[in-house]
């Protein structure tokens, strides 16, 4: 007689309470079913399923010394995973199986199966700070903007105990780990090179960016020139990190944070809030995992979808440097600054007139943090869609934002090398400086017109 611990988007032993209490009832198998069809359906990118098996390795070398074996099995997709953990809790005479929750809609839908069957499945909350469905309005409704959100869930946030549960007690004597990732391209390896594992994210690179980044964030986070956030998103997203072991590293540095709500210091810990919000909007509205849009009367705009213009957005050959810069950041990197993730996404969907769900896809075909409630919350919002008190007319100039978060050009030279030699006060729009500098030009021409492109949304969002 055995319990399973069945890993899915919770790739950690530290402040994982499913696992702590598979560990604690008695004899503990731990199993991750590996789904590559189903990530393909889900547009799963490839650095993402790399940092997933990159984790995957570290977890089962810190579950063999609790004396617990990792099996990793590929099954293809979630009917897979049903069928799979059904012959397996039987051959192995499994007495109750233990995981955490995914908000996703299939996923919602492959427990809501297998609880209906003859398993016992007992499922955790571990992927927010307040548990999904207890920050409601006085009416028992989901807030739809966030501001309000944001106040209820603090007054519940403040109240939690944050200091995360200790790993599990070993169950036996220390074994071999198993698990190997497959060997990745020289390119991915590169690009992975730049994340270090979750243990030295949680023991080193958060404790650096308490300590000398945190007091500083307000005043850079919006500069991609300056490294001067967390990058813990990746983490997040797989659950390799404990939101709330992250929230209880930042009280001991800033014991007082949720009494100074409105101060410069609370702007990281808010974009915690703007996660739990998009899960929690998840979790009320299951139809957003299906590309419907929050607002239902826009899901009938008859977006322009002009291929050849999305093919230079994907390209980073708009001929707005800040654009073609930070979208040649994620195909080279994998990620993007979320400041830029702004601007990119209202320049597809407002000067271009292409449907979110377009950039919203090719998101998640490159990120390594590629999570789907934030993804669609950001997209949503980006296009005037989604939750927001100021839908359609806000349109981001892209040549404003450029002067203002990269004001000396450096970011853009790091991502569009044809623009190294043009100077800081011409870069943000630089044709007219190329047009006199033809030896300087192998810039490419903007594909829209700013103050035409913005005429056109207010009339076609109207």
Sequence with gaps: MMNLMWFRSDLRVVDNLALRDAMAAGPCKA????????????????????????????????????????????????????????RYSKKHQIVRIFANREPEYNEVSRDNKLASSNLSLALYESDVVVPKGKVH???????????????????????QSYAPYSPPV???????????????????TK?????PSAWQMRNQGLIGFFKQKHPKYHAQRDFPAINGTSRLSPYLAIGAISVKEVINQLLYHEPMIFDDVKSEKFSWLNELVWR????????????????????????????????????????????????????SQL?????????????????????????????????????????????NGGWQWAAGTGCDAQPYFRIFNP?????????????????????????????????????????????????????????RALAFYK
Aim: with cysteine.
């Design 331 to 375: 195909v080279e990197t994998g990620w993007m600054h979320n400041r830029l993730r702004m601007i990119v996404a209202s320049f597809l969907t407002k000067h271009l007139l292409i449907d979110w769900r377009w950039g919203e896809r090719f998101f998640m075909q490159h990120l390594i943090d590629g999570d789907l409630s934030a993804n």
């Design 170 to 188: 070993a169950v036996a004597k220390p074994i071999e780990h198993s698990y190997q990732a497959p060997s990745i391209s020289d390119q991915l």
């Design 399 to 455: 040549i404003t934002q450029s002067e203002k978060f990269d004001p000396s050009g450096d970011f853009i030279r790091t991502y569009v090398p044809e623009l190294k030699e043009v100077p800081a006060k011409k870069i943000h729009f630089p044709h007219d400086y190329l047009a006199g500098h033809p030896e300087q030009n192998s810039y490419w021409p903007a594909i829209v017109e700013h103050k035409q492109a913005r005429e």
């Design 31 to 86: 199993l991750f079913l590996s789904t590559k069809h189903q990530w393909q359906q889900h547009d799963v990118s490839a650095i993402k399923i790399a940092f997933i098996q990159q984790h995957l390795e570290a977890l089962s070398q810190e579950l063999a010394i609790l004396g617990v074996e990792l099996e990793v099995v590929e099954v293809g997709d979630f009917s897979g995973q049903i069928e799979f953990i059904t």
């Design 276 to 327: 739990d919000f998009y899960r929690h909007l998840q979790f009320h509205f299951p139809s957003l995992a299906k590309g419907k849009s929050f607002r239902a009367k826009y899901d009938d705009l008859m977006w322009r979808n002009n291929t050849v213009d999305f093919a230079a957005w994907c390209d980073g050959k708009t001929g707005y440097p800040i654009v073609d810069a930070a979208m």
């Design 137 to 159: 309005t006085a009416d028992g409704e989901m807030y739809k903007v966030f501001t309000p959100f944001k106040m209820a869930w603090i007054k519940q946030a403040r109240e």
């Design 191 to 195: 690009r992975l090179h730049c994340w």
